[in-house]
């Protein structure tokens, strides 16, 4: 299925495998494409999983020792990636604020030893009708370390949030202006220090005072009109 989908998208020559990429076998059996392989990583990993724990590449473990696939997931990814390399991965919500060892031990290896860049927070319901689970995409690349996170707080993704997943008018949503306000701040143009805004943008130092939590609603100042 995925190989079809592929070609109908327009990859001519699909190079697809069926590996679980967090066993020991995938090293063995792809040693070029499991360390520093890619300049990118787009993921959409499993959230929950059955996990043969026994058979998880020590490597991995050593990054963020834990049996939850979606943390694992991003050990993997960091991995894979070449130093310099980007990813953007869709994670659950308790990815940012799980307050666990191994989830903060994780936010703090993303932080002080490769450069996240954003948390970009979606709305609960994107995923329906197959999971109501609340989600983000994280952006990162490997190596250096982080000064400032961009963070955006996404209303609308141009659909209702509900089972049928309608579209509202265009369809775009929030989606275009997630894109423009990232590229300003990447470039270093624009004010993100309003944190009343959908956009904005938090120091490390903040992140750090605040135990590594990357949680939207952990920095996103919230101004009430007295009626």
């Known amino acids: 299925i995925a190989t079809m989908n592929l ?25 070029k494409a499991s360390k520093n392989a890619f300049d990118l990583i787009l993921a ?9 724990e026994q058979d998880v590449a020590p ?3 050593r990054t963020v020792k834990t049996k939850k696939t979606e943390l ?13 390399g980007r990813s953007a991965t869709i994670v ?22 490769n450069q996240l860049e954003a948390v970009i927070s979606l709305p609960s319901g994107v995923f329906r009708p197959y999971a109501g689970v609340s989600t983000a995409i994280i952006i990162f690349a490997k190596g250096g370390k982080t000064e400032s996170v961009f963070f955006y707080d996404v209303q609308s ?15 775009s949503g929030d989606m275009p202006d997630v894109q423009a306000r990232y ?11 309003d944190r009343t805004a959908k956009a904005f943008e938090v120091p490390c130092e903040d992140i750090r005072s605040q135990g590594y939590d990357l949680s939207i609603n952990r920095y996103k100042e919230v101004v009430l009109e007295a009626v």
Not at 7 to 31: I, K, W
Not at 44 to 52: A, E, I, T
Not at 97 to 113: N, T
């Open 183 to 193: 590229r300003q701040w990447c470039e270093g143009s624009g004010d993100f220090s």
């Open 7 to 31: 070609v109908m998208h327009g990859v001519a020559e699909p190079d697809v495998h069926y590996q679980d990429t967090l066993s020991q076998s995938f090293e063995e059996r792809h040693p």
């Open 72 to 84: 694992l997931f991003i050990g993997l990814i960091l991995r894979m990636l070449k130093v310099g």
């Open 157 to 171: 993704d141009g659909r209702t949030l509900d089972d049928k997943r309608s579209r509202i008018g265009d369809g």
């Open 92 to 113: 659950p919500d308790g990815v940012l604020f799980g307050s666990s060892k191994a989830h903060v031990q994780l936010r703090q290896h993303l932080i002080e030893s």
């Open 59 to 61: 490597d991995i473990l």
């Open 44 to 52: 959409n990993p499993p959230f929950k999983g059955s996990l043969d």
